[in-house]
Structures are given as C-alpha cells and as structure tokens.
C-alpha cells in the first residue's frame, strides 16, 4: 500500500482481555515507531524497531506492553491483561531510515477497554 | 512538569486571520523541531521542520526556534476552514522526524467562515 496500515482500526476489548494490535510500514522502510496517544493528549513514544531490532523500548508503560517485529517489515503490538488506562489510540510511524527523513504515521488503532 | 508544554486551546479564528501556536520546552537537549497537523481521526503528518534555532517558511507556514528562550512557534497565514485541525509541536535531541519524539499536548484549531 501507499501508505502506513494499522489494524483493527477500532478495538474494543474487556478489562483482562489480552489484545494484539498490527502495523504494516510502508514497503521498504527500515525504522518503524510505535505511540499511544490518550484522549487530549500528543501521542507518546513507546518503542523502536530498526529491522528486527527492537532499539528502545524505553516508554513501554509496563510489562503488559510487548511488541514485536519478527521479519524486519510488521510489527505487533501486543498488550495483556487489558487496564482501562490501556485505551488510547495507538500510532505506527517507519520510516526509510533513522534519524533525518521524514516518518509516516498511520492512523492508529483506537483501543476501548470496558 | 511536562517537558514540552502547549496551550491546548481551542483557538478559534476567522478564515483569513493570522494563527500563533506556540510551545516551551524544558530539556536543553531537544535540537529538532517540528509542527505536525492531525485531523480528526487520523494520523500526525509533518508540516514543519527545523533544525536548532532559526526560522523556515513553507508557503503559508512559518516556523520559529528560539532556543536561548526554549520557546517555538508556528504561523499560518490566511487560514483557511481546511487548517481546522489539532496541531501538535514535537522535538527530538538525537535524530531528526525519524527518531523518538517527544511531542505537546496539541492546540485545537478552528477556522470559521
């Protein structure tokens, strides 16, 4: 696609669910971005990929929060045990490489936690 | 305290009108800057982007970084209903757009007929 695809575009899931959220980069791009962007709030930086790397994880709030990106393309963020702090929207950037070219951003998974 | 601080408004303006946004910072060691716009329900994209202090216009938008004062800003002339939209600031210390931002709360903005 042209662009960065982000699925489910809406999530709703039950306190103590576990739920897995998807991002695929545009083709080619080496670096990709995971944020969570509560309501009102910019979005906040959670973890980075280079390939398969994952660089930083550094704003991964817990331990409930894993992603992962296993062939170098997409990437998976995973997150257990569902909080109601949990819902947000959750946002995808890549980009070709790191540092000095522009990243992507796709339109986010909406996550409700009931 | 937030590091990066930004009015979250609303601001709302008349098509036509001169827009200010603006945002401080607290860490010394943010060196990029940059202006996304984020519409309803979509994702940020990048409208500015600067390195260090200075200024950069781009069409109907310009940036400002003032480092000695860590304050930025950005301007839109002859705003239009299609400007409507959140505006989020965002700065880096190592990296440019493509590195881990640290971004403000965003200013909503609306431009009224």
């Known amino acids: 696609g042209a662009g960065v695809s982000q699925s489910p575009r809406y999530k709703v899931a039950k306190r103590g669910q576990d739920v897995a959220l998807r991002c695929d980069p545009i083709s080619g791009h080496v670096s990709l971005f995971w944020y969570q962007q509560a309501l009102g709030q910019g979005p906040e930086f959670l973890t980075y990929f280079q390939n398969e790397a994952q660089l930083d994880k550094s704003g991964l709030p817990s331990d409930r929060f894993f992603a992962e990106r296993p062939e170098g393309s997409v990437s998976t963020l995973k997150i257990q045990r569902t909080q109601q702090e949990d819902s947000a929207v959750y946002l995808c950037a890549s980009s070709l490489t790191y540092g000095n070219t522009e990243a992507f951003f796709g339109q986010g998974t909406r996550l409700t936690v009931v | 305290q937030k590091e990066v601080e930004q009015d979250p408004g609303p601001l709302s303006v008349p098509e036509g009108a001169i827009v200010s946004l603006n945002c401080t910072y607290s860490n010394s060691a943010f060196q990029y800057f940059m202006w996304y716009r984020q519409y309803s329900r979509k994702g940020p994209e990048l409208l500015m982007y600067t390195y260090s202090s200075g200024n950069k216009e781009d069409g109907r938008f310009t940036a400002q970084v003032d480092k000695s004062s860590k304050y930025i800003s950005l301007f839109i002339r002859d705003s239009q209903p299609s400007d409507s939209a959140t505006y989020l600031c965002?700065?880096?210390?190592?990296?440019?757009?493509?590195?881990?931002?640290?971004f403000g709360t965003g200013t909503r903005l609306q431009v009224t007929l």
């Open positions: 965002a700065m880096s210390s190592v990296g440019g757009t493509a590195s881990k931002l640290t």
